[in-house]
């Protein structure tokens, strides 16, 4: 039997943070202590239904920002359709 990690470096990724925001973003990194993510977005509810926005408007998006593991409630590997999305949003290649 074939066991598949839920994740890996350079995927896109799904977090539920403390403060009750969710939101996706490629992982770069991890370790013990944080989890290093590139190009992260915050998942909105929209009249057409779920958007993506930038997740912090004072920084350039395509740095890479660490994101410390006591803010994280949970996390896993994003849906396959909101996953192109967000590739999609943030290379401008649609998939």
């Not at 350079?10 to 977090?15: A, I, K, L």
């Amino acid at each position: 039997m074939l066991i598949e990690a839920p994740y890996k470096i350079g995927d896109n990724v799904s977090f539920k943070l403390s403060s009750g925001e969710e939101i996706i973003a490629r992982l770069e990194k991890e370790d013990d202590n944080s989890y290093t993510l590139k190009k992260p977005m915050v998942l909105i509810a929209q009249q057409q239904g779920l958007g993506l926005a930038p997740f912090m408007f004072s920084v350039s998006p395509d740095g890479k920002f660490v994101l410390n593991n006591s803010a994280v409630s949970c996390m896993g590997k994003t849906e396959e359709q909101i996953s192109k999305q967000y590739t999609e949003k943030t290379t401008g290649i649609a998939l």
